[in-house]
């Protein structure tokens, strides 16, 4: 190996190492009993340090029927646990520690990261307390879904890496190169494959109600809707080339109080253009809910504009 090699080498270890440093301290690894029908069961995990007063923020599936547990840190703390709120249709879920536990990293910006990104991801998988994985951002964009009792979502702008996560890794930190944590780790098809719920101002918004709210409010207008092209005279009149097709208006929903019908194409809500399906559900938060909402759509070639009243999302 020549020197540039060398040189490329431990430029990447350095960074890595560096990352490892800062964050590896602030992830724990975290032991819950899930209270389900039939029983208990134990479930483990990982969390972030959230707040200097002893928040973490952790996966919902982590949690998923759990009240308390533990949480334990590479320095030998272990601090009992609550959980203050899950929201299942963002996988993401804040707990409260008993104790003082080590100080937050900085969070960062997902939506700044790009394919090629070096990232570092932190936890424990396997139970195997504070692992550090690296690789790159593999893909941007991809959707994961997710489901609460009554709703199915799309968790938006998935993070892809090849950062090799395992059980246990879900909830733990994916850093960028400067220690800045960027994502929530979720372990899905076995080794080699990871995804991350990303922080951005979308998750931050979901995080903040989960603090102060325990619990996460969201719009409910009743539609069933898939991403369509544009055709192209308005695409380009438009600027965009897709928009929201309506499969399904559900029954007695705000929408079809409204007057919205399989098959439009909707453009926009309040002025904001539609694009694919997680447009639509940023706008379809607890400011939403109640409040008079202009839906402008296509249909048979003539575009109309309907009002609609939505309701709050029950899980």
């Keep these: 190996m020549d020197t540039v090699d060398n040189d490329a080498l431990d430029a990447y270890s350095r960074v890595v190492t560096g990352v490892a440093h800062e964050i590896t ?21 990982s969390a972030v340090v959230l707040t200097s007063d002893g928040h973490l923020l952790t996966n919902a599936h982590v949690v998923a029927d759990a009240t308390d547990g533990t949480a334990a840190f590479s320095d030998g703390t ?33 939506d700044q990261l ?5 990232v570092v991801a932190v936890g424990n998988p396997l139970g195997l307390a504070g692992s550090v994985t690296a690789g790159v951002v593999s893909a941007l964009g991809r959707s994961l879904p997710a489901r609460s009792r009554n709703a199915t979502r799309i968790i938006e702008n998935v993070i892809q890496t090849d950062a090799a996560l395992n059980p246990g890794s879900s909830g733990g930190a ?7 944590v960027v994502g929530i780790n979720t372990a899905v098809a076995g080794v080699g494959l990871g995804l991350a719920v990303p922080i951005n101002a979308t998750t931050q918004r979901i995080v903040y109600a989960l603090l102060h709210d325990g619990r996460v409010r969201r719009a409910y207008l009743g539609l069933v809707t898939t991403p369509a092209a544009l055709r192209p005279g308005l695409a380009d009149r438009l600027g965009r080339q897709s928009a929201l ?3 399904e208006v559900v029954s007695g929903s705000p929408a079809e109080a409204a007057g919205l019908q399989a098959g439009d194409l909707l453009l926009a809500v309040d002025g904001e253009p539609l694009r694919d399906a997680q447009s639509l559900q940023r706008l379809m938060f607890d400011d939403a809910i109640g409040r008079r909402t202009e839906v402008t759509a296509l249909r048979n070639g003539a575009l109309v504009d309907v009002v609609a009243t939505p309701t709050e999302l029950r899980d």
């Design 25 to 45: 301290p602030r992830v724990a690894s975290v032991s819950v009993r899930q209270h389900r029908r039939g029983g208990t069961a134990e479930g483990a995990g």
């Design 78 to 110: 272990t601090a009992a646990i609550e959980v203050v709120g899950t929201d299942r249709l963002s996988d993401l879920a804040v707990l409260r520690a008993d104790r003082d536990i080590p100080d937050p990293p900085e969070y960062g910006d997902a």
């Design 114 to 118: 790009r394919v090629g990104t070096l």
């Design 174 to 180: 994916l850093s960028d190169a400067t220690a800045r």
């Design 245 to 247: 097709r309506v499969a």
